[in-house]
């Protein structure tokens, strides 16, 4: 999410970034408690570890609406199926 949103050289920074798409400030690493309350929505919003043979999670973290920024009222897990799915409506 962070890198998708600031790292420059990663494909997902076109979609994310460079569309000003941004980490609400409860999750944002400069908040002391950034990764903890994004941790406990995570765990408190159904994420759960599953490994899919591939070696990838079989949860990805998506965007309800992807013209809006990471946040908890923006935010939901998804498996890939259900992501690539709902990009190409």
Request: with cysteine.
């Amino acid at each position: 999410m962070n890198s998708r949103c600031r790292n420059k050289n990663r494909k997902s920074y076109d979609y994310c970034g460079a569309k000003g798409i941004v980490v609400c400030r409860q999750w944002i690493g400069t908040n002391p408690k950034g990764f903890s309350n994004f941790y406990d929505w995570a765990i408190s919003n159904g994420y759960k570890e599953e490994i899919l043979l591939n070696g990838r999670n079989k949860w990805t973290l998506d965007r309800v609406d992807n013209n809006k920024s990471y946040s908890p009222s923006n935010c939901r897990w998804v498996t890939e199926e259900v992501l690539f799915a709902s990009r190409i409506r």
